[in-house]
């Protein structure tokens, strides 16, 4: 007999994409699945989308609540899951036919399993690959939370597991025993998979990589992002707040020399940047610059780069330090894809 796999969607306002993910799901080759769409108190048409595929598939099941934010949607949904494993999709991504069976067929008898992925932006599609097949035992956890985001050892980006919440299958007792430190983050809004990720290698005792693609597609390109539409003090105020939990979770363990705090806010950041690329609205920018200019946390994450890539990154150091108009801004964006 399969067992039953427990297949969480939180949902907040996603009328745009929520059929897509639906109907992903219910094309998988793995058929035992419980999906849990928890309806985080949507004021668009979700609520309509979510009945109308519950009457049509008799696996899924719908929990309504008050918005509470992502985390306490992630919390609700992984209380009630009653399948052996859970696997995670956002209202706002798709994944491939086989997504859940990927997992499955490789689990054996892992904490979690995690695996490579799509990045769908527009109409772009790029894999995002794990840098190898690996079994990690739990003297490894360390060393992989002290790389989770940069990898010091090769001065770039960590592709080890990943520290997405989507890309992998987990144990249900797991998630569930870990529910006490989750529910610290309720607040935060940004971050919140690298801290999910971080408390996940607190608890497992195993784990498995395969740089294998589990077809999850992921969605940079969404509009509705809380990512995009964020005015600029409020995306650094959750950024720091991301970061301060982030601190506190790191305390609370007893790390020492560990610096992937201040990554994490150095790329919650980023997007506000990304976000400029093509804007003429130059106040906007010199609010940001004003603001980032005396960032202690951010300036700390920037030299601390600086040293951890070799130099590769002292030109955008440099111009981020003396940026005076958008058309230095808008060089220094170009000098920075060609690094």
């Given at each position: ?284 920018f010199k609010i940001l610059y004003k603001y980032l ?36 801004y808008k060089l220094m964006l170009r000098i920075k894809?060609?690094?």
């Amino acid at each position: 007999m399969e067992e039953i796999v427990s297949l969480i969607i939180p949902i907040y306002n996603q009328e745009l994409y929520l059929k897509k993910s639906l109907e992903s799901i219910l094309n998988q080759t793995y058929k035992s699945l419980e999906i849990i769409c928890v309806n985080d108190g949507s004021t668009d048409k979700s609520d309509e989308i979510i009945n109308y595929y519950m009457n049509k598939d008799r696996r899924i099941v719908c929990i309504n609540k008050k918005n509470g934010g992502l985390v306490d949607a992630l919390i609700v949904g992984i209380k009630n899951a009653k399948g052996k494993y859970i696997c995670f999709l956002d209202s706002d991504d798709y994944v491939g036919n086989k997504f859940v069976e990927t997992f499955i067929s490789n689990i054996e008898n892992y904490d979690f399993i995690a695996a490579s992925h799509y990045l769908k932006k527009d109409e772009q599609i790029f894999i995002n690959s794990l840098s190898e097949n690996k079994v990690y035992k739990k003297n490894d956890f360390e060393t992989l939370k002290y790389n989770l985001i940069f990898d010091e050892t090769k001065h770039e980006l960590a592709c080890n597991i990943l520290n997405s919440r989507w890309n992998k299958m987990y144990k249900t007792d797991l998630l569930k025993s870990m529910i006490k430190d989750y529910e610290k983050c309720k607040g935060i809004s940004f971050g919140e998979d690298t801290l999910f990720t971080y408390i996940l290698l607190n608890y497992a005792q195993n784990g498995k990589a395969i740089n294998k693609n589990c077809e999850y597609y992921y969605n940079i390109g969404n509009q509705n992002s809380m990512m995009t539409n964020e005015s600029i003090n409020a995306h650094i105020k959750k950024s720091k707040e991301a970061y301060l939990m982030f601190n506190e979770l790191i305390q609370i363990n007893k790390e020492e020399n560990y610096y992937q705090s201040i990554v994490m806010y150095y790329y919650l950041i980023e997007p506000l940047f990304q976000r400029m690329e093509y804007s003429t609205n130059v106040k906007q920018f010199k609010i940001l610059y004003k603001y980032l200019k005396s960032d202690k946390i951010y300036n700390k994450a920037l030299q601390y780069l600086c040293n951890k890539t070799n130099g590769k990154r002292k030109i955008v150091f440099w111009a981020r330090k003396n940026i005076k108009c958008a058309y230095i801004y808008k060089l220094m964006l170009r000098i920075k894809n060609f690094l």
